[in-house]
């Protein structure tokens, strides 16, 4: 056998050996799962709700459309009625020009007016903001990242919908944001023009760290966070009591 031939024959061999790796890498690429980030998985299907920093979102119960709906529904329940609470008083204290008493009963209620509630519904109830007046009314993390994404939503003229998703322990849980219309900014808007002098000395000296001012009409003033429990039966029993 010649030289050429010999040549001939070697890049055969290796032609086909170069073939084979080409066609196993190939196979070995068909075969691979791609990997799924929690974004993908969520949006993938509706069964779970957004929650990407949960750890085991396998863990987590399925929820049926409806029975995310049946949670938003319920919060924005527990939250008018809260608010109703409050209005119903402040309205009244100030009607009847006595706007120091109303500043000092919402500094002595308000806490304990969402407490008695959560209590009612067998559920946690926190109002808090980016922009705080009361410091035990401080956000978490989420709560931060939720009122965030509003305040771009507005900045964008969207209106902010209510937000839903499993907390880091599990439990579902509801944002309901609260904007700010005309009859609040004589308590939180523009000392300059907005908020009279009786009633921002008043705020100075209830709430010495207050930096719940400067806010417009349609601005996001804070949020409802509602922690519901686990169960989903438990949500629908505190519904009809």
């Not at 987590?60 to 109703?84: N, W």
């Not at 008493?101 to 969402?114: F, G, K, P, Q």
Request: aromatic share 8%.
């Amino acid at each position: 056998m010649n030289d050429m031939s010999r040549k001939f024959q070697l890049l055969i061999v290796l032609g086909l050996i170069m073939a084979g790796i080409s066609c196993n890498r190939t196979h070995k690429k068909s075969e691979a799962k791609p990997q799924k980030d929690q974004h993908e998985i969520n949006m993938e299907n509706d069964r779970r709700l957004e929650g990407d920093h949960v750890l085991s979102p396998e863990e987590l119960p399925v929820l049926t459309p409806e029975q995310k709906q049946h949670y938003i529904d319920e919060s924005k329940k527990i939250a008018k009625g809260a608010f109703d609470i409050f209005s119903s008083h402040l309205t009244r204290l100030f009607k009847e020009n006595h706007p120091a008493e109303a500043l000092e009963y919402c500094h002595a209620n308000a806490l304990r007016i969402t407490d008695s509630l959560s209590e009612a519904y067998g559920v946690k109830i926190k109002r808090t903001s980016y922009r705080l007046r009361n410091p035990k009314n401080k956000p978490n993390a989420q709560e931060e990242k939720v009122m965030e994404i509003y305040r771009q939503q507005i900045l964008s003229n969207l209106t902010p919908k209510p937000y839903m998703h499993y907390d880091e322990e599990g439990y579902p849980h509801v944002y309901l944001p609260i904007i700010v219309q005309e009859k609040c900014l004589m308590c939180h808007g523009d000392p300059n023009k907005d908020i009279p002098e009786p009633i921002m000395n008043k705020l100075t000296e209830l709430y010495p760290s207050d930096k719940a001012i400067f806010f417009n009409k349609g601005d996001l003033r804070g949020i409802w966070s509602i922690r519901f429990p686990r169960n989903v039966k438990n949500v629908k029993e505190s519904n009809q009591k």
